[in-house]
């Protein structure tokens, strides 16, 4: 028979195992228990729909057993077990968690760190063993196979026999060296430490042969009892940490974690976690939200995404509810009221957990909102505005207050009772708005401004029109830089013709004379919906070319550039005239922090009235 080789992302992780010198090397048998344990829960879930099929419960178990002087350990399980092609695909190639983990190798991260961060799957009993055997029967096949591999260089897969479905793994450990002492994983004592530690919440027995009153028996090592049902107060963090990681795949710590025990019309046990940082793949379209959804204690489905809104897509965990159907079917689950009424008790709780983050831990909610604040954004600006009391009290934006990350309820409550709106400006960053003139204008009096620089800040904050009685405001909106004063509305009359010939010059709405701009010979204000920074991001989008900002070039009258133009109109010198108005223009576009369109016109122009 021919050796088959390893897939080549399997032959390095296979690698990485065998010459590993990590010392946390015993989470092997977690990694085996799991596997066995998810193939109990794939037989009795397929036996819920299968009516010929016979499983009942309660014969469903993990086996443990070790050989001293073969130097083996076995774990058995009844379960699901795997057809020749399954072992051949399942076994040959890296899974899921393996590829994660392949992702960081590349990144060049520590491999011991990686190896005890990550579940690390099947492979990683190739840590303590230089051969391992799989042979298994599939519960839709009559013929039992042996997979066998003595590592990297390739694996046999042969005929084999077995009296019913299920997998048994053997392990033949490494043998002893001076650093390393194999030889104690071939004691009950030892496997039953383990096994409580890392399994103890595994919802199956997990048995092993023990001698009681001289005879021996089979005792059950775990208590079953699953970790969302524990009491928060009887589990430590580092268990739920550890669980996390295992579970779905990440490299650090959640940033905080929700368990919930509902009674009630509908009663669940919950147990959640926000990442601490958004996945590779968390804003594409690969990324699958949903929660793992048990009924007592069985799995159902391990992505239930009507469980969770788009807006908390992030999180991960489980829910287990008496109330849910096992025969549930995973088409009709988004009809099922059960699991819609779970589906908006979990989400009040996650929103409340996060107003407490908000609340009690700055920091932790600020490092949240920089990682997922963009999915809380597009769930009110996606919806039109539909979720905003759900969601509008997460938001957080710079503010000129302090220069901090502020709430709209803090921005609130800074305000003096008549005040009626809430200021912001946007740009591509925080120093360019802040050199805005109309900024300037406003914090010199003392207000306070938002500072957008997120791409969908603004979007988000149109669809909510308003917070509370609170109108938004940009601060470059024409109606803000209307001029009050009389002698300047004169000006501005009397000098019509010359402003609309700057106007059409530049072909944007509207060209004015401005006692508002401190020091600034000009700047862009626009009118109506749209903004210069909305544009710059619906330009950016396919097929929007239309879109566009009805732009207002002021001119600072207190300004020299005000005497020369004036000069230039004077003495109809209108050539020139014009190649000043688009110069002012451009002028303006840098002012607010925008990019100028033609810089090679621009440069040129300038050059012409320097040269002059
Ligand atoms: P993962 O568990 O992350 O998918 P593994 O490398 O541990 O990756 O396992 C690969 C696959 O092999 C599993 O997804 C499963 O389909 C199959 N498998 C492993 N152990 C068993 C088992 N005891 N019974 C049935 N299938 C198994």
Redesign the pocket.
């Known amino acids: 028979m021919k050796k088959k080789e390893f897939k080549t992302e399997s032959k390095k992780i296979l690698n990485m195992m065998i010459n590993s010198i990590y010392t946390n090397e015993e989470i092997f048998l977690r990694?085996?228990i799991?596997?066995?344990s998810?193939?109990l829960d794939?037989l009795y879930y397929q036996s819920l729909t299968d009516k010929n099929l016979d499983v009942k419960k309660e014969d469903l178990k993990i086996k443990v057993s070790f050989d001293k002087d073969k130097r083996t350990i076995t774990?058995r399980?009844n379960?699901?077990?795997?057809t020749k092609e399954?072992l051949e695909n399942?076994?040959g190639t890296?899974?899921?968690?393996?590829s994660e983990l392949f992702k960081l190798e590349n990144e060049k991260k520590e491999d011991i760190d990686i190896i005890g961060q990550f579940?690390?799957?099947?492979?990683s009993s190739f840590m303590v063993s230089d051969k391992v055997t799989?042979l298994?029967r599939s519960i839709s096949d009559d013929k039992a196979y042996l997979w066998e591999s003595e590592g990297a260089d390739g694996y046999l897969i042969s005929d084999a026999t077995m009296d019913s479905n299920?997998?048994e793994?053997t392990l033949y450990l490494k043998e002893d060296n001076d650093n390393h002492k194999y030889s104690e994983y071939l004691d009950s004592y030892n496997l039953e430490r383990i096994i409580k530690k890392y399994s103890d919440y595994i919802t199956y027995p997990i048995v092993m042969d023990k001698e009681v009153d001289k005879k021996i028996e089979e005792t059950t090592i775990n208590s079953m009892v699953p970790l969302w049902k524990k009491k928060k107060t009887d589990v430590k963090d580092e268990d739920y940490f550890n669980f996390y990681k295992d579970r779905y795949y990440d490299y650090e710590n959640p940033l905080h974690i929700i368990k919930s025990s509902v009674e009630g019309m509908v009663s669940y046990d919950a147990l959640l976690f926000i990442p601490s940082h958004a996945s590779m793949d968390y804003y594409t379209k690969e990324y699958e939200k949903g929660l793992e959804l048990y009924s007592k204690g069985v799995l159902i489905t391990n992505k239930c995404a009507d469980l969770l809104p788009d807006y908390f897509s992030f999180v991960k965990g489980i829910v287990d509810s008496e109330d849910i159907d096992l025969n549930i079917s995973r088409e009709t689950m988004q009809l099922n009221h059960q699991v819609k009424t779970i589906a908006r008790s979990i989400e009040t709780k996650i929103k409340k957990e996060l107003l407490e983050l908000l609340n009690e831990k700055r920091e932790d909610y600020e490092k949240f909102f920089k990682e997922f604040g963009n999915q809380i954004k597009y769930g009110i600006y996606s919806s039109y505005g539909m979720n905003k009391e759900m969601l509008q009290d997460l938001l957080l934006f710079h503010s000129s207050h302090d220069d901090k990350l502020v709430t709209l309820k803090e921005y609130k409550e800074r305000l003096s009772e008549d005040a009626k709106k809430i200021y912001y400006a946007s740009g591509e960053s925080i120093a360019k708005i802040k050199n805005m003139p109309q900024v300037e204008n406003m914090l010199d009096k003392g207000i306070e401004v938002l500072f957008l620089t997120d791409y969908l800040d603004e979007f988000t904050i149109k669809s909510m029109h308003k917070f509370e009685e609170l109108e938004f405001c940009n601060v470059l909106d024409e109606n803000e830089n209307q001029e009050e004063d009389d002698e300047l509305k004169k000006t501005n009359e009397e000098n019509k013709d010359l402003l609309t010939l700057m106007k059409d010059t530049l072909n944007i709405n509207d060209v004015k004379f401005s006692d508002k701009l401190k020091n600034h010979p000009v700047s862009l204000v626009t009118t109506g919906e749209i903004s210069l920074e909305m544009e710059k991001v619906l330009k950016a989008m396919p097929n929007s070319e239309n879109v566009s900002a009805n732009k207002v070039l002021l001119i600072n009258k207190e300004h020299p550039v005000y005497n020369k133009i004036m000069s230039l109109y004077n003495s109809k010198e209108e050539t020139e005239l014009k190649d000043y108005t688009k110069v002012l223009y451009n002028m303006a576009l840098l002012i607010n922090g925008l990019t100028v369109e033609n810089p090679n016109e621009l440069t040129e122009m300038i050059c012409n009235i320097i040269s002059k």
Do not use: W
Not at 79 to 82: A, E, L, Q
Not at 94 to 98: E, N, Q, T
């Open positions: 990694e085996l799991s596997n066995a998810d193939a794939k774990i399980d379960g699901i077990g795997m399954e399942n076994l890296i899974a899921r968690s393996g579940g690390v799957g099947f492979y799989v298994s299920g997998t793994i």
